[in-house]
């Protein structure tokens, strides 16, 4: 079964821009979750989308959103980049929204110049 | 204000040692604690995860110990191998919200 894929996996924007950011879940998952991670502040939880509808958001500005499609495969989107946006993303699945073991992909490096 | 503690931050050990790693949390909705390996250039991976209603659990080499009264637990990594040279990070998810917080991460080095 393969694994949970992220597309790009790295991407040089530079401050103003908008990006989008692509996931496709482990088949059968259907709950998906976006995470930033950067060293100072480690991972941090953006948002989970099950069932096409956004289930739960952390603390982020909105210019981070998302949205998920029918087939479960999730897009997120950070408009106006900031310098500090650089981090990597992650996208984890689960099967449902009570599962409480995430599977994730290996990430989008993003780097805002 | 980091709500899931970790330490330490890096960590050596030689080949064949015990590779203990800490976290502390204040969240008492906190009901699920479970601890992924991060390797470079890859996501976090599910190692290990432990209930509130369980002080101890052990799968192969890696042992979740869980002090519900300190509000502490720890990963023990026994007989450590260079292969287990990764960034572990601990996690707790609150009840309540179901939001998955995270500690910081510890940089483990096994010497060969």
């Known amino acids: 079964k393969a694994g949970v894929t992220q597309t790009p996996r790295y991407l040089i924007k530079t401050r103003g821009q908008q990006v989008t950011l692509s996931c496709s879940p482990i088949?059968?998952?259907?709950?998906v979750s976006w995470y930033q991670q950067t060293p100072g502040q480690g991972l941090q939880f953006l948002f989970e989308?099950?069932?096409?509808?956004?289930?739960n958001k952390g603390n982020f500005p909105g210019r981070f959103s998302g949205r998920q499609f029918s087939n479960s495969r999730s897009e997120m989107n950070v408009s106006t980049l900031e310098l500090g946006d650089s981090a990597l993303y992650l996208c984890?699945?689960?099967?449902?929204?009570?599962?409480?073991?995430?599977?994730f992909g290996p990430g989008t490096r993003l780097t805002v110049l | 204000q980091q709500q899931v503690k970790q330490s330490p931050q890096s960590l050596i050990v030689q080949k064949g040692g015990i590779s203990i790693i800490n976290c502390a949390y204040e969240?008492?909705?906190?009901?699920?604690f479970p601890w992924y390996q991060q390797f470079p250039g890859k996501g976090p991976a599910l190692l290990i995860a432990?209930?509130?209603d369980v002080s101890e659990k052990k799968e192969g080499r890696f042992t979740i110990s869980f002090n519900k009264s300190a509000k502490q637990f720890s990963l023990h990594i026994m007989d450590s191998q260079p292969g287990d040279s990764a960034t572990y990070f601990c996690?707790?998810?609150?009840?309540?919200?179901?939001?998955?917080?995270w500690g910081l991460g510890t940089s483990l080095a096994v010497n060969p």
């Open positions: 088949s059968g998952h259907r709950s």
């Open positions: 989308y099950f069932s096409e509808t956004q289930r």
């Open positions: 969240n008492t909705a906190f009901d699920y």
């Open positions: 984890a699945s689960s099967l449902g929204l009570a599962d409480n073991e995430q599977f």
């Open positions: 432990i209930r509130p």
């Open positions: 996690a707790a998810k609150d009840g309540n919200n179901r939001k998955l917080i």
